[in-house]
């Protein structure tokens, strides 16, 4: 079964999650997704606490619990003594319990990573090209996958969720940016890698578009939990991003929201761009080319951006004005609680591409919105392809998060 992710990731569950079904079976599954995903918010619970938090009596937590422990998603944790009332155990999601793929389409590069139910990345896989075309992604997809399955042990196998695709929309709009001959890219608008990869698959595929991916990683193994709201950046060779609304992922109808590298700002000339073109990492791929040097080590080595500090210094007090107006425009039509900002770059130079956007922010006319905090991310350079093998936990084991939002007490 192929599956294109659409609307709010977390939120597939339609029938229950809609309020419509009545099925014994459609309660049940509710019920275990929302106990994950509970779990997964607040780390480890008792079975007292999910009680208070889901409003269900104690005996239906048993059961579910039990449920999920016999399946292998839950696992116990050491005993709580020293409180009032019986000592307790808490749950916690077993890192075994289900596995997932994830696939990143870069601009130079594929990555593949298998990731454990905790967000673990248990390995990962990586092919460099001159640019991105459909017939080398899907060879080296089924190729890794080959090679990490049979690299898993029997009982492993089967715990497999699925395979998601983190990919840029549009992808033949990259011609120019990426340096492919003309109309070298044109086969992007009829490709389909969802069905060319899927029938070589024993498990689902999903696509989503890769920012967005990257703001669902975020949202389950980062800062996620942190606020209901917020928008989320994620600077890599084109900026990108993703929203979160009332504590779920909204894509969209088409899923392309939070497609913050078509915001309209003003460039160095006076005339107007869109920020994908002014606030990119290609603008430093271009200056350090510029400047007669190879910019190929920030792309391909952990430590490849030490090389390069007096081209990152300038890129960063140039793209953190524009980064500023596009988070006053994005607040002033939503409130958003926060700002996150990730991207493919080592953590000291998102550090300071946070502190630089928030003193741009500091110097603009706010009046009527709310200055948002600007927070840094935390899954980093592989929340792509993170996000990728999120999108079959979604589908499978999440639940949207609006009926979790009041479980703060």
């Given at each position: 079964?192929?599956?294109?992710?659409?609307?709010?990731?977390?939120?597939?569950?339609?029938?229950?999650?809609?309020?419509?079904?009545?099925?014994?079976?459609?309660?049940?599954?509710?019920?275990?997704?929302?106990?994950?995903?509970?779990?997964?918010?607040?780390?480890?619970?008792?079975?007292?606490?999910?009680?208070?938090?889901?409003?269900?009596?104690?005996?239906?937590?048993?059961?579910?619990?039990?449920?999920?422990?016999?399946?292998?998603?839950?696992?116990?944790?050491?005993?709580?003594?020293?409180?009032?009332g019986q000592p307790s155990t808490p749950m916690a999601l077993a890192d075994e319990g289900a596995f997932?793929?994830?696939?990143?389409?870069?601009?130079?590069?594929?990555?593949?990573?298998?990731?454990?139910?905790?967000?673990?990345?248990?390995?990962?896989?990586?092919?460099?090209?001159?640019?991105?075309?459909?017939?080398?992604?899907?060879?080296?997809?089924?190729?890794?996958?080959?090679?990490?399955?049979?690299?898993?042990?029997?009982?492993?196998?089967?715990?497999?969720?699925?395979?998601?695709?983190?990919?840029?929309?549009?992808?033949?709009?990259?011609?120019?940016?990426?340096?492919?001959?003309?109309?070298?890219?044109?086969?992007?608008?009829?490709?389909?890698?969802?069905?060319?990869?899927?029938?070589?698959?024993?498990?689902?595929?999903?696509?989503?578009?890769?920012?967005?991916?990257?703001?669902?990683?975020?949202?389950?193994?980062?800062?996620?939990?942190?606020?209901?709201?917020?928008?989320?950046?994620?600077?890599?060779?084109?900026?990108?991003?993703?929203?979160?609304?009332?504590?779920?992922?909204?894509?969209?109808?088409?899923?392309?929201?939070?497609?913050?590298?078509?915001?309209?700002?003003?460039?160095?000339?006076?005339?107007?761009?869109?920020?994908?073109?002014?606030?990119?990492?290609?603008?430093?791929?271009?200056?350090?080319?510029?400047?007669?040097?190879?910019?190929?080590?920030?792309?391909?080595?952990?430590?490849?951006?030490?090389?390069?500090?007096?081209?990152?210094?300038?890129?960063?007090?140039?793209?953190?004005?524009?980064?500023?107006?596009?988070?006053?425009?994005?607040?002033?039509?939503?409130?958003?609680?926060?700002?996150?900002?990730?991207?493919?770059?080592?953590?000291?130079?998102?550090?300071?591409?946070?502190?630089?956007?928030?003193?741009?922010?500091?110097?603009?006319?706010?009046?009527?919105?709310?200055?948002?905090?600007?927070?840094?991310?935390?899954?980093?350079?592989?929340?792509?392809?993170?996000?990728?093998?999120?999108?079959?936990?979604?589908?499978?084991?999440?639940?949207?998060?609006?009926?979790?939002?009041?479980?703060?007490?």
């Amino acid at each position: 079964m192929s599956v294109s992710a659409e609307g709010s990731m977390g939120s597939s569950f339609r029938a229950s999650a809609s309020g419509r079904g009545t099925k014994q079976a459609d309660v049940r599954a509710y019920n275990e997704r929302l106990l994950l995903s509970l779990i997964r918010r607040h780390g480890s619970l008792t079975k007292a606490e999910t009680s208070r938090l889901t409003g269900l009596s104690a005996q239906s937590i048993s059961v579910i619990t039990r449920r999920l422990e016999e399946d292998g998603l839950l696992q116990r944790g050491d005993l709580l003594r020293g409180k009032i009332g019986q000592p307790s155990t808490p749950m916690a999601l077993a890192d075994e319990g289900a596995f997932s793929l994830g696939v990143k389409i870069g601009r130079r590069s594929v990555e593949l990573v298998l990731i454990d139910f905790v967000g673990h990345v248990r390995q990962s896989l990586r092919e460099a090209y001159a640019w991105p075309m459909p017939d080398a992604i899907i060879d080296f997809t089924l190729r890794s996958v080959t090679s990490i399955m049979s690299g898993l042990t029997p009982s492993e196998r089967p715990r497999v969720a699925g395979l998601g695709i983190a990919s840029p929309f549009d992808l033949w709009a990259w011609e120019d940016g990426v340096g492919a001959p003309k109309g070298a890219m044109e086969i992007w608008r009829s490709a389909d890698l969802v069905t060319a990869i899927d029938q070589h698959m024993s498990f689902p595929v999903y696509l989503q578009n890769d920012a967005t991916a990257a703001c669902g990683a975020e949202f389950v193994f980062g800062r996620g939990h942190e606020f209901p709201n917020y928008l989320y950046l994620f600077i890599g060779f084109f900026i990108g991003g993703g929203i979160v609304l009332d504590g779920g992922v909204f894509t969209g109808p088409t899923g392309n929201a939070g497609a913050i590298g078509s915001f309209p700002v003003t460039g160095m000339d006076g005339k107007k761009v869109q920020l994908i073109d002014v606030a990119s990492a290609a603008n430093l791929e271009a200056r350090i080319r510029a400047a007669g040097l190879d910019p190929s080590p920030i792309w391909q080595k952990a430590d490849g951006w030490s090389g390069f500090s007096e081209f990152i210094d300038g890129w960063i007090d140039d793209i953190a004005p524009h980064l500023a107006n596009a988070i006053v425009g994005s607040c002033a039509v939503i409130d958003f609680s926060a700002v996150i900002i990730d991207g493919g770059f080592p953590d000291h130079v998102r550090s300071r591409i946070v502190e630089a956007t928030r003193h741009s922010l500091e110097r603009l006319n706010k009046q009527g919105i709310v200055s948002p905090p600007i927070m840094e991310g935390t899954v980093g350079n592989q929340a792509r392809a993170i996000g990728g093998a999120c999108l079959p936990f979604f589908d499978k084991f999440m639940l949207s998060s609006k009926p979790l939002l009041n479980d703060a007490a």
